[in-house]
């Protein structure tokens, strides 16, 4: 409990330092990650993360120093060389890309461990902390290392919000941006080495290992809640600072716990409750509007059956007890009774004993969803040819989705049709 | 021809995909203030011509003028209005967004577009009848209405030499109708159109001029001129053999297509 009182109110400046900077770390590894999503390159950055080790541990092993600019530059150099090498191996071989990466991430990453073993296994003292590159820990940052990444980090951000619109284009339709001049090998090499420089300054807060992870993740549950560019990118890095002011926080906490695993399990539950819950393209949303769905063709189909009844006796307003209406429909006993209560909220139909009766609301509904069946049916028959044994099944679907303007073009197109293909009767309202 | 009426020059023109030449000495000129049309069956490098026009592609040898100068001086009076499939039309952007497009320039890229840019935009959504879309998401709109978009987008770029790739293709009839009126205008106003066209049949009345591929040009010329029965054997009755089959060979063998060249 103190500990974490101690770590909201801020009031150590280390946590304050170490917190701010695993957050800009976070934020702007989820910016330049959004392009990166958005030109289809997400495993590059994944390649890049496993690429960098080699170049951090060679810098380490060259300088003998744990200092942060040349950690960086061993890293840059390293996961620049990785992306040449995957580049050059599509060029020319006749490897496809999936391919070349996997070649790449594994060749550079095995390196990298045998060289981290061997450092280990010297008996440097200074080595202490360089295996935290495989999984990151925030709190294993020194003063000097935070204000460099924190640094870097803010440089990525400017350089994307002043190359916003030429990276727009780039990552839509390169070929156009071709042709109208923009110079798209030089933005691309841009964009490349800004993703490398994300990724050498991440991973000291998630690791090699999970780092793609802090440049796909914030995009690709962003990109659920919005349609807007501008706005996706700024959904993606706020959702990379808010995970890892937890991760941190977490590891914070619990020293033994290393940051990289908590940033990216925070950032997990964000993207899955955005699969989840985002308006319009999450699978609740679109789980719900089935389910409504399926209840709209219900109580339709049930009101067709009073309709149909009605029709036969020319009495539409005589109560049926559910023995009757069940030999009209096939359907199950419980989607009756859901299906009548439901309608009987609506108060389109109405309960009288064991009897049901429709209520001259329902006849209306009944009508309209009749007329449409017949209105189909029709259109079928004389537009598409279709023989009048064939169209009743396709009917049976379209008339719960068609808009009282469609029906209106449908009567227009038609010439009012008095009976339908089988001559029944095309109830019109009035 | 005088140099000053060509649009486009292509000179000894060969272009190659691993190694094998899809287009072989393309060597021609066409005029300003026309609509042209490339056409020829399936796989007879019309993608590769344009692309090779705009430099896309890399050249195996021969060189393009476009305005009578070198390509990198002119880009900004040349329009790409490219096939549809070729961008993802899932990306997070408006119509307006990419209308907006058409606005970039080298000069402005770092820069925020002015309010005579968005003007434009909208004047050029306006002339495809696509402004009541403006704020739309673009993969909710048909075939019909990207195309617009995309046509929209290089009316904005406000150029003088316009490309483009297959426009007709699974369009709806209004969207057909809707470029057709605009091809005449752009006409009108003296620019030139450069279009791939895959049919036949219609582009006798939507041409002008007509470049007749079948991995070498077949002809060249006013339409009248090109539409007989001998040319258009020439150009749909099947590659020539001989001509193929040594492009084949260069695959293979990994041969150069000029000499001297790396």
């Known amino acids: 409990m103190q500990e974490t009182f101690d770590f909201l109110s801020f009031s150590d400046p280390n946590v304050r330092l170490v917190v701010l900077g695993t957050m800009i770390l976070g934020a702007s590894s989820a910016l330049v990650g959004a392009f990166a999503f958005l030109r289809k390159r997400a495993l590059v950055g994944d390649a890049i993360a496993h690429a960098i080790l080699p170049g951090v541990c060679l810098s380490f092993m060259i300088s003998g120093s744990k200092n942060p600019f040349l950690l960086i530059l061993g890293a840059f150099m390293s996961g620049w060389l990785g992306l040449l090498l995957i580049d050059a191996i599509q060029r020319t071989t006749k490897l496809k890309s999936d391919a070349a990466i996997g070649i790449i991430l594994s060749v550079f990453f095995g390196l990298g461990i045998l060289l981290l073993t061997g450092i280990q296994h010297n008996g440097n003292a200074a080595q202490a902390g360089l295996d935290k590159f495989l999984f990151g820990q925030a709190a294993a940052m020194s003063r000097l290392d935070i204000y460099v990444f924190a640094g870097i980090g803010l440089l990525l951000m400017i350089v994307i919000l002043t190359f916003y619109k030429a990276f727009k284009l780039v990552s839509f339709n390169p070929d156009y941006a071709k042709v109208i001049g923009l110079p798209v090998k030089g933005l691309e090499i841009l964009l490349s080495t800004l993703t490398v420089l994300a990724v050498a300054v991440g991973i000291q807060a998630v690791g090699v290992v999970l780092m793609a992870a802090l440049l796909i993740t914030p995009a690709s549950g962003a990109r659920f809640w919005t349609d807007k560019l501008g706005l996706m990118i700024f959904i993606a890095t706020v959702f990379g600072a808010i995970s890892a002011f937890l991760g941190s926080y977490v590891s914070y906490v619990a020293p033994s716990m290393p940051t990289g695993p908590w940033v990216v399990m925070f950032l997990s539950i964000i993207t899955v409750a955005s699969i989840w819950f985002a308006p319009k393209r999450g699978l609740s949303y679109r789980l719900k509007t089935q389910r409504a769905n399926k209840r709209k063709i219900l109580i339709e189909n049930i009101l067709k059956v009073f309709y149909h009844l009605g029709e036969k006796s020319e009495d539409f307003e005589k109560g049926r007890n559910i023995e009757q209406l069940m030999k009209s429909r096939g359907m199950r006993e419980e989607e009756w009774n859901g299906g009548l209560k439901r309608l009987l909220r609506k108060n389109l139909v109405r309960r009288k004993a064991d009897r049901w009766i429709i209520t001259q609301q329902g006849l209306i509904e009944a009508q309209r969803i009749v007329r449409l069946h017949r209105l189909w049916e029709m259109y079928l028959n004389q537009r598409l040819k279709l023989e009048p044994d064939h169209v009743h099944n396709d009917a049976e679907a379209i008339e719960h989705i068609i808009t009282p303007e469609l029906e209106k073009q449908l009567e227009k197109e038609l010439d009012h049709p008095i009976r339908d293909p089988h001559k029944s009767k095309i109830p019109y309202a009035n | ?262």
Do not use: C
């Open chain 2, 1 to 262: 021809m005088k140099s000053s009426q060509i649009a486009i020059e292509t000179h000894n023109l060969t272009v190659s995909y691993n190694r094998r030449p899809v287009l072989w000495n393309i060597d021609f000129s066409i005029p300003q203030g026309q609509i042209i049309g490339i056409i020829g069956p399936n796989g007879s490098g019309k993608t590769t011509l344009l692309k090779a026009i705009m430099g896309l592609v890399p050249l195996s040898s021969g060189y393009v003028k476009v305005f009578d100068q070198e390509l990198e001086e002119v880009r900004e009076r040349i329009s790409y209005v490219p096939q549809r499939e070729t961008v993802d039309w899932d990306f997070p952007a408006s119509v307006m967004d990419v209308v907006l497009m058409g606005r970039y320039r080298k000069g402005n890229i770092i820069k925020r577009l002015s309010k005579l840019d968005r003007e434009l935009a909208t004047e050029a959504l306006e002339k495809v009848n696509m402004l009541e879309y403006s704020q739309r998401q673009i993969s909710q709109l048909s075939g019909g209405q990207q195309q617009r978009v995309f046509i929209a987008r290089s009316l904005a770029q406000g150029a003088d030499l316009y490309i483009m790739d297959e426009p007709f293709v699974g369009v709806d009839a209004a969207t057909e109708e809707a470029i057709l009126n605009l091809l005449s205008e752009m006409k009108k106003a003296g620019k030139t159109v450069v279009v791939v066209h895959h049919d036949l049949q219609t582009a006798k009345d939507y041409f002008d001029w007509i470049v007749l591929l079948n991995t070498r040009l077949v002809a060249v010329g006013p339409k009248k001129e090109i539409f007989n029965e001998s040319l258009l054997q020439e150009a749909y009755g099947g590659k020539l053999n001989v001509l193929s089959k040594v492009g084949d060979l260069m695959k293979e063998k990994g041969f150069p297509i000029r000499e001297n060249r790396k």
